[in-house]
């Protein structure tokens, strides 16, 4: 059984710009979270997809914004990108909602110049 | 919210020694996983374990929810343990972490 996959691992763009990132999960998996790590405030959750829904948001601004697909994969976009962006950014699968197990892709490290 | 705390921060091994790592929530859980960070970033699962103990070749766990915490022992630890050991508990179906225990193994 395939884990979650991220893409793509590793992005640099410059400041202003917009990056699109996408995961996709374990298949049967229908919840889909996705979180973002850097070395100040360790992993903060940013937002959570039931069902091609937003369920749930984390404390971020607008430029952060997510969808989901019929077929859970689902993908998250920052726009006009700041060098505080600069982050791990990880995708965690779980079959549902809730108390169930989360698994993560490796991440998509993304630089911000 | 909930907060999350690890402990020790940082640990410096030798090969073969045991480590107990601590994980403390202030309040009651229906979830907590255990995750080791590998070099490349990735969150390997270790753990499932909202209460009871479990056991996994060389690690094992146990949540102790009533008390609010949980342990993760590490025996015989090998230079491939080292990296970022995160407990995480759910909140609102969300993830949330604890700063981590940096473990450090030397051969």
């Known amino acids: 059984k395939a884990g979650v996959t991220q893409t793509p691992r590793y992005l640099i763009k410059t400041r202003g710009q917009q990056v699109t990132l996408s995961c996709s999960p374990i298949?049967?998996?229908?919840?889909v979270s996705w979180y973002q790590q850097t070395p100040g405030q360790g992993l903060q959750f940013l937002f959570e997809?039931?069902?091609?829904?937003?369920?749930n948001k984390g404390n971020f601004p607008g430029r952060f914004s997510g969808r989901q697909f019929s077929n859970s994969r689902s993908e998250m976009n920052v726009s006009t990108l700041e060098l505080g962006d600069s982050a791990l950014y990880l995708c965690?699968?779980?079959?549902?909602?809730?108390?169930?197990?989360?698994?993560f892709g490796q991440g998509t490290r993304l630089t911000v110049v | 919210g909930i907060q999350v705390e690890q402990s020790p921060p940082d640990l410096i091994l030798q090969e073969g020694a045991n480590s107990t790592l601590r994980c403390n929530f202030s309040?009651?859980?229906?979830?907590l996983q255990w995750f080791h960070q590998n070099p490349w970033g990735q969150l390997i699962n270790l753990f499932y374990?909202?209460?009871g103990t479990k056991q996994n070749g060389r690690l094992s766990a146990t949540t102790v929810a009533t008390e609010r915490y949980s342990l993760l022992y590490i025996s015989s630890s090998q230079t491939t343990d080292s990296g970022v050991y995160f407990c995480?508990?759910?909140?609102?179906?969300?993830?949330?972490f604890g700063a981590g225990t940096i473990l450090r193994v030397k051969s």
């Open positions: 309040d009651s859980v229906n979830n």
């Open positions: 997809y039931f069902s091609e829904t937003q369920r």
């Open positions: 374990i909202p209460s």
């Open positions: 965690a699968s779980s079959l549902n909602r809730g108390v169930t197990e989360a698994f």
């Open positions: 298949s049967g998996h229908r919840s």
């Open positions: 995480a508990v759910v909140q609102g179906n969300k993830l949330v």
